[in-house]
């Protein structure tokens, strides 16, 4: 396993994810906790997600062309594949650090340039491996997943800082997250069916024992994500309308058990975007 490789893939898938949930909670968000965030937090965030789209632009580089010069890695880098697509999301996750500072205030356009990061982050891996219309559909549609699930997973955070918050709607901002949350985990199911076929179909038959095992713990991480989630929207979300005070409680601990589930399922999508389907 590259070590580098992975640490950069899930740092920004994990950054990308949680810039783009957090841009949109802003959005959906009842008004008295659609707060920015704090300016630190909104400049190292996209900060930290560019260092490590540089480090697997450069690791990318050196397994491709043997890192011999900087005249080469300039060529990789603005090369239509996935070195532009690095090259892209690592100068729009600078963008976003500047947005961090006053006086911006578009949530929106934060939304679109964070969205667009993760639509860069999709056209590296095994969808660029197939060129042609059906190599644009698979890139399309991993796309789409990772935008819903920086939706989701990445909306937790903010959901998490939100109901900690002095005063908060806390029964409000649940069933708005709650709303959102189900919408996206049914498009995440669905673009998830149509990846793993495609998977399938480049693999040429049955996937291998060590992709198929990863590809399970990211199915069993989806699941017990799925059971938390459900907790909060039907037993939590209900409890906040008469006991606000003991759902927040409650909450705080299924969120963060939320947040683990969704670090250990990144882990393992940025794992299985370096393994080859077919081992």
């Given at each position: ?5 992975l640490?950069?893939?899930f740092?920004?898938?994990?950054l990308?994810?949680?810039?783009f949930?957090?841009a ?8 008295t906790?659609?707060?920015?965030g704090?300016t ?6 996209p ?6 789209g540089?480090?697997?632009l ?25 070195g ?16 961090a ?9 934060r ?37 819903f699930?920086?939706?989701?997973l990445g ?26 949350a ?16 495609a ?33 909060n ?11 606000p ?18 670090l250990?399922?990144l ?7 370096l ?5």
């Amino acid at each position: 396993m590259d070590w580098p490789l992975l640490i950069a893939r899930f740092g920004m898938l994990t950054l990308g994810a949680g810039l783009f949930g957090s841009a949109c909670f802003a959005l959906y968000a009842p008004w008295t906790v659609r707060g920015p965030g704090p300016t630190s937090l909104r400049l190292t965030a996209p900060a930290t997600a560019a260092v490590a789209g540089l480090v697997w632009l450069l690791s990318l580089w050196a397994k491709t062309t043997g890192a011999s010069d900087l005249a080469d890695l300039v060529q990789f880098s603005f090369t239509p594949g996935a070195g532009l697509a690095l090259t892209v999301a690592v100068v729009l996750c600078l963008v976003l650090a500047a947005m961090a500072f006053p006086p911006f205030r578009a949530p929106k356009v934060r939304a679109y340039v964070a969205g667009a990061v993760l639509v860069a982050v999709a056209c590296v891996g095994h969808a660029s491996a197939v060129g042609g219309v059906a190599g644009l559909t698979r890139m399309a549609v991993m796309a789409l997943h990772l935008l819903f699930a920086g939706l989701w997973l990445g909306g937790l955070v903010p959901l998490f800082l939100a109901l900690r918050a002095p005063g908060a709607e806390t029964e409000r901002t649940l069933r708005a997250f709650g709303q959102m949350a189900m919408a996206a985990v049914a498009a995440l199911a669905t673009t998830g069916l149509i990846i793993a076929a495609a998977v399938v179909s480049l693999a040429g038959g049955p996937p291998g024992k060590i992709y198929l095992a990863t590809f399970a713990v990211k199915l069993a991480l989806v699941l017990a994500l799925g059971v938390v989630a459900s907790i909060n929207r039907w037993a939590l979300t209900p409890m906040s309308a008469h006991d606000p005070a003991k759902a927040r409680r409650a909450l705080w601990w299924t969120l963060a058990t939320e947040q683990a589930f969704a670090l250990a399922l990144l882990v393992t999508v940025a794992q299985l975007g370096l393994l080859d389907p077919a081992r």
